[in-house]
């Protein structure tokens, strides 16, 4: 397992997802089977380490590694950890990370309130729900998401300049960004009304990096990117 820095107190790493399933291009399916997560560790060190969607090795070295990572830093942060869930899919080891730390200093979950109560199905114990524009610690807001799936949301991180996503924007083939198919979406109605607009309300911030969780993130220039995979207003 590989930590990647992508800017200032921001890094990213991969692990196979342990559900991933080969799927027709364009199916439900149809992600890469190594997912992306997020830890980013903010300049005032008495700030929590903060994780999005994280996943945690399943077995062997890489596990090893990223266990000893972790505790390494939240021993820094003085056990103070904050775990934020992007979308009802994502709880992934949430729960196991928020368990290990429990007892050695504060571990706050974060989630929106349409998918906060099938995370806690999942054993994840979600402290508190959002639902737009929040600050969940210092500078850091959440925004949701309209048009994919309950729960879908974004997370600003000024300080890093970076937007954080979970399935709303997909890394581009060509290296840019793209949209999720219409086949990932509860609603394609409501896809095809509110998807574009609510992204689009997100380009109103500063923000040059943009980290998705299925493809590369865009280290620089992901403002441009995201605006020209969401398209210009009209363009629903």
């Not at 879908?152 to 083939?173: F, K, N, Q, T």
């Not at 896809?191 to 969780?213: G, H, Q, T």
Request: contains cysteine.
């Amino acid at each position: 397992m590989d930590l990647v820095v992508l800017c200032s107190g921001l890094s990213r790493w991969t692990v196979p997802h342990p559900d991933w399933r080969p799927s027709p291009p364009g199916s439900p399916g149809d992600w890469d089977r190594d997912v992306g997560c997020v830890l980013y560790e903010a300049p005032d060190p008495d700030e929590p380490l903060l994780l999005v969607d994280p996943l945690a090795p399943q077995e062997g070295d890489a596990a090893v590694a990223f266990w000893q990572m972790l505790d390494e830093r939240v021993q820094r942060r003085r056990g103070a950890v904050v775990l934020v869930v992007l979308n009802s899919f994502h709880h992934r080891s949430a729960g196991l990370i928020a368990q290990r730390y429990a007892a050695s200093g504060a571990v706050a979950v974060w989630a929106h309130a349409d998918a906060a109560d099938r995370h806690r199905g999942f054993g994840v114990p979600v402290t508190s729900s959002f639902r737009d524009d929040p600050e969940l610690a210092k500078g850091i807001r959440a925004y949701s998401i309209e048009g994919l799936c309950p729960g879908e949301s974004a997370l600003y991180l000024p300080a890093a300049g970076a937007l954080i996503v979970a399935d709303s924007l997909l890394g581009g083939r060509d290296g840019g960004l793209r949209l999720p198919p219409i086949t990932w979406a509860r609603d394609p109605v409501r896809y095809r009304e509110a998807l574009r607009p609510s992204l689009r309300r997100l380009l109103a911030l500063p923000f040059d990096c943009v980290v998705v969780s299925h493809g590369a993130p865009i280290v620089l220039g992901g403002h441009d990117a995201m605006a020209a995979a969401v398209g210009p207003a009209g363009q629903e």
